[in-house]
């Protein structure tokens, strides 16, 4: 039995990477970084709680102690860093602490890698967001795109990023990075776009709110499902060697266009309802995203099952029910 561990296994690519590696027989291991209100650690990841597989253990990717302690005790053949601060906007407003977390946090697990378990293989979550508005002359971003961040959570996976690449050729360790695109599920953080605009349209058409707030309506992402990038994580892992990988559908979006989709599909006037706030803009904006994975897809044979639109219709659907549920 393969013995994987992830790190923040109980956000949304964590709990669906859990999932997956549980179907294939893994014992898998996750690092829970301990929360006050112990409810919010583990709700992602009612599906598979309680599995015979599946260890959680208290740990936290700044304090390198507790992590040499979780990898004695699992030994695994696999680990999938995901723990980070990982929204945008955020790290504008805690950018040294989005540098430790989401930075050092990688440099410390590739340290107690390194000294406890250096056989393993290591897929580091890195992020379209190293680009920045760095952009190839036929409109996409590769693995060979030039990095230059405009945001500290950029900057600090940019580091993560060239450590992860310094390991690998210092230490002949397998570590590779997924350069993974927007994605998204009804797991996500409602304070990310995609999953906003779903919510809120849904209370709108429920008659629970008046209005969408929004940023740059003008921004365009690559958006995909996470199920379909935790899969190629593990495609990753499975290459003889280690290596850098885009991962993206190729396909961009405007928020304009994501916000017309989920109110057509409601049958709302986008006019009435959607207003913008400075509120929601960052400092340094990041315009355009489009992602190449034309290597990717040659390496593994990785293809997407989702489209934009069955992924938006699934996390409508999400909240629709959710309200009926909480309304009685």
């Known amino acids: 039995m393969k013995k994987a561990l992830i790190t923040g296994i109980n956000g949304q690519d964590g709990s669906y990477l859990a999932e997956f590696l549980l179907e294939k027989g893994y014992e898998v291991w996750g690092i829970l970084k301990r929360n006050s209100v112990a409810e919010n650690q583990t709700y992602r990841l009612d599906a598979v709680y309680g599995h015979p597989n599946l260890k959680l253990e ?8 507790s992590l040499v302690r979780v990898l004695q005790q699992s ?4 680990i999938y860093h ?4 990982s929204h945008v906007r ?11 977390a989401t930075g050092i946090g990688a440099l410390n697990l590739l340290e107690a890698m390194r000294l406890i378990c250096p056989q393993a293989r290591m897929y580091q979550a890195s992020s379209s967001e190293m680009f920045g508005n760095s952009i190839d002359a036929d409109g996409f971003q590769r693995e060979n795109t030039p990095l230059q961040p405009v945001s500290p959570y950029a900057c600090a996976k940019v580091f993560a990023y ?3 690449r310094n390991y690998r050729n210092s230490y002949n360790m397998y570590v590779s990075n997924g350069i993974l695109f927007n994605h998204e599920s009804p797991r996500r953080g409602t304070n990310f776009v995609t999953n906003k605009v779903a919510k809120e349209a849904v209370k ?3 008659g629970l709110s008046k209005e969408l707030v929004l940023g740059n309506l003008d921004s365009t992402r690559d958006w995909g499902h996470a199920k379909d990038f935790v899969k190629a994580m593990w495609m990753i892992l499975q290459q003889p060697t280690s290596d850098d990988y885009v991962c993206s559908t190729g396909k961009s979006r405007s928020v304009k266009d994501l916000v017309d989709y989920v109110f057509g599909k409601l049958n709302l006037d986008v006019q009435q309802y ?7 803009l960052r400092p340094e904006e990041l315009h355009h995203l489009r992602g190449d994975c034309s290597k990717l897809k040659r390496a593994t044979g ?3 099952d989702y489209t934009f639109e069955q992924m938006m219709d699934e996390m409508v659907d999400y909240w629709f029910a959710y309200y009926k549920n909480h309304s009685k």
């Open 58 to 65: 208290y740990a936290d990717i700044l304090d390198l102690a």
């Open 204 to 206: 709108i058409k429920l």
């Open 274 to 280: 959607v207003k913008t706030s400075e509120r929601y």
């Open 82 to 85: 995901l723990a980070a601060q």
């Open 75 to 78: 030994q695994p053949d696999e």
């Open 162 to 164: 060239n450590i992860c």
């Open 302 to 304: 990785w293809e997407p």
């Open 90 to 100: 955020i790290s504008f407003d805690q950018p040294i602490y989005t540098a430790q």
